[in-house]
């Protein structure tokens, strides 16, 4: 694994590139300095760039705060979430799994994601008894953002009835502004705990990344994905065949900070091994 202090040697050697938003682009507040320079320097270069990332609402929304950031659309190529897949798994239901789970959904997460479901042949429950399964997109506005602890009733109740969860966002944490905030992988890993059925959509998970493919339209030996997570974003590479570097300023900033050997250890007990790393996304 390279320990790289910029971007720039890895643009040469790809034409496909997978990039991350929170941790890599921005904190959820603002960009990072160097980020979108990165971007604008790979579509001047007549590089290929989708934004993948494991938010749970629709692309278009992510976009547009992109946009309200200063990150403007002609920076990249195409954007992907996790929120966007779920919707369009939900819409098509040519999978097994989601094919089978009605069309009553309890919906946990804030009332902004309930984009995800607008337009579908869905109803929204009212509650866990009238449901066939739960979409969950995370912590909701009136019980918080900062811990488990007040959705795990919830869960219990809803394992305990048998309802199956479509989780989308598999992300167990992100860091906004400094302060690191629950997501919805965390809230379904508790509900696998508790015996209730879970599939989540997103990274690391294959299924997402046939579709960045087909937007990318490049060979797979040519794609490069960029993040900062090793249990989403670089796992997620391994999964789907391609190459990974690892942005080391986003959620192990804390943990790692600039201790390569650290990293190395790091990557190595998690079974990945990333091509190389960045202390972040600046050229």
Request: net charge negative.
């Amino acid at each position: 694994m390279r320990h790289l202090t910029g971007f720039a040697p890895l643009a040469t050697e790809y034409d496909g590139f997978i990039v991350d938003l929170w941790g890599v682009m921005h904190d959820g507040i603002s960009p990072y300095d160097g980020a979108m320079d990165c971007l604008r320097r790979l579509q001047t270069a007549g590089k290929r760039v989708v934004l993948l990332s494991n938010a749970p609402r629709r692309a278009s929304r992510v976009a547009r705060g992109l946009r309200a950031m200063g990150i403007p659309d002609g920076c990249y190529n195409a954007v992907l979430t996790s929120g966007e897949a779920t919707r369009m798994a939900l819409l098509e239901r040519t999978d097994p799994w989601i094919a089978r789970l009605g069309r009553r959904v309890l919906h946990l997460g804030p009332e902004k994601d309930r984009n995800l479901i607008e337009g579908l042949d869905l109803d929204l429950a009212a509650d866990p008894a009238s449901a066939d399964f739960v979409l969950n997109t995370g912590p909701n506005d009136d019980d918080g953002e900062t811990g488990p602890e007040p959705y795990l009733p919830l869960l219990r109740h809803c394992a305990g009835l048998g309802l199956p969860m479509l989780c989308a966002n598999p992300d167990l944490e992100i860091v906004r502004g400094g302060a690191r905030i629950i997501c919805a992988g965390l809230l379904a890993r508790f509900y696998a705990q508790y015996g209730g059925e879970v599939r989540s959509i997103g990274k690391p998970y294959p299924e997402v990344y046939a579709s960045v493919f087909a937007m990318l339209g490049v060979p797979l030996a040519r794609v490069l994905a960029v993040g900062d997570a090793l249990a989403t974003d670089i796992a997620g590479a391994k999964v789907a065949g391609i190459a990974s570097c690892w942005v080391l300023g986003g959620i192990h900033a804390e943990l790692i900070g600039d201790n390569h050997a650290l990293a190395d250890a790091e990557a190595a007990n998690a079974g990945l091994a990333p091509i190389a790393t960045i202390p972040s996304f600046m050229w």
